[in-house]
T-cell receptor, first 113, second 112 residues
Framework: GDSVTQMEGPVTLSEEAFLTINCTYT??????LFWYVQYPGEGLQLLLK?????DKGSNKGFEATYRKETTSFHLEKGSVQVSDSAVYFC????????????FGTGTQLKVEL | DAGITQSPRHKVTETGTPVTLRCHQTENHRYMYWYRQDPGHGLRLIHY???????DKGEVSDGYSVSRSKTEDFLLTLESATSSQTSVYFC???????????FGDGTRLSIL
């Protein structure tokens, strides 16, 4: 089966720093791609998604672009806040409308003042 | 927030005992999923359901069974719990295959 690889954490940044969390996938074709965020003690929440090549998903200042040529979906934010401290998961879903997600192992982000 | 309730939220039990976790949704979504979350593994799919009485295995289904007798409820059963099943379990739902999944708050299960 396919796999999703994301950079290991924890990642520690100062407030207002630039964030990049790398994510690559191995699925062939054109899977849907997702970023989920998990705050302490909570379930996962969808942060953003992209469903076809060159799509850019965005939400709450976070962005990720579907790069078919590099099979990547890196998460970026120009200026992080303390409230962004959480665990971030990259995931892909199979093409042709299937809905079984494959998750990366998660990247913990800690933002300090 | 999507109407998903997992129960119990926390449970401690002993090896060899049966355990049932419940996921209840008020969204009338067709698809329901059970995942486990473990350090270094992210989330792994245990079982999923695509309708009442329609279920299928995920990547880590050994030692688990599920049932869905009503649209709103999806039960996960550990017939004889083992320490390797200590984990945080998440339920998720989605309306259509091409829609994102929405997650419950999780059940923390400890098996001693």
């Amino acid at each position: 089966g396919d796999s999703v690889t994301q950079m290991e954490g924890p990642v520690t940044l100062s407030e207002e720093a630039f964030l990049t969390i790398n994510c690559t996938y191995t699925a062939t074709g054109y899977p849907s791609l997702f970023w989920y965020v998990q705050y302490p003690g909570e379930g996962l929440q969808l942060l953003l998604k992209a469903t076809k090549a060159d799509d850019k998903g965005s939400n709450k200042g976070f962005e990720a672009t579907y790069r078919k040529e590099t099979t990547s979906f890196h998460l970026e934010k120009g200026s992080v806040q303390v409230s962004d401290s959480a665990v971030y998961f990259c995931a892909d879903g199979p093409e042709r409308g299937g809905n079984k997600l494959t998750f990366g192992t998660g990247t913990q982000l800690k933002v300090e003042l | 927030d999507a109407g998903i309730t997992q129960s119990p939220r926390h449970k401690v039990t002993e090896t060899g005992t049966p355990v049932t976790l419940r996921c209840h949704q008020t969204e009338n979504h067709r698809y329901m999923y059970w995942y486990r979350q473990d350090p270094g593994h992210g989330l792994r799919l245990i079982h999923y359901s695509y309708g009442v009485k329609d279920t299928d295995k995920g990547e880590v289904s050994d030692g688990y069974s599920v049932s869905r007798s009503k649209t709103e409820d999806f039960l996960l059963t550990l017939e004889s719990a083992t320490s390797s099943q200590t984990s945080v379990y998440f339920c998720a739902i989605s309306d259509r295959r091409d829609q994102p999944q929405h997650f419950g708050d999780g059940t923390r299960l400890s098996i001693l």
